[in-house]
């Protein structure tokens, strides 16, 4: 009997019941996936309403569910979430001054990045223009050095 009972109660946490969102129309109920998929959960690291388990993002659902249920604008309801939540809760955030370098950071490095390699090939193309060529004494003894390796190395092969 004492097995039993812990089979029941372990078996109700592992079919612990997700809400169902019905919708009077498939437009409703599109919007509904949408704000799940492009709204941030404020409680976890980098994951959207949908794929989070949080207590928290279960009651933005929720709240999104009645929200869409009363006719409320889709501009109503961000512009709700962002007064809650802050630019946070969006993964595109609006274009201002304190997300400035979210949006311009990117572009910045790999500018800076670009500056970086231009330089770097230009300091090379100018080495190497400068690069002495050898003088004649320098080729003839460059030649010599050669010759006598050649002459060595020949020696070596010949039992």
Known sequence: MRLLCVFLMFLGLVCQAEPVYEFDNPVDRARFQQFNEELRCPQCQNQNLAGSD?????????DLYEQILAGRSDKEIIDDMVRRYGDYILYRPPFDASTAVLWLGPFGLLLIGGTVLLLMVRRR????A???ELSAAEQARLQRLLDE???QAASREQP
């Open 54 to 62: 949080s207590l928290v993002s279960e009651t933005l659902r929720e």
């Open 125 to 128: 193309a100018r080495q190497t």
């Open 130 to 132: 400068q690069d002495p």
């Open 149 to 151: 390796h050649d002459t």
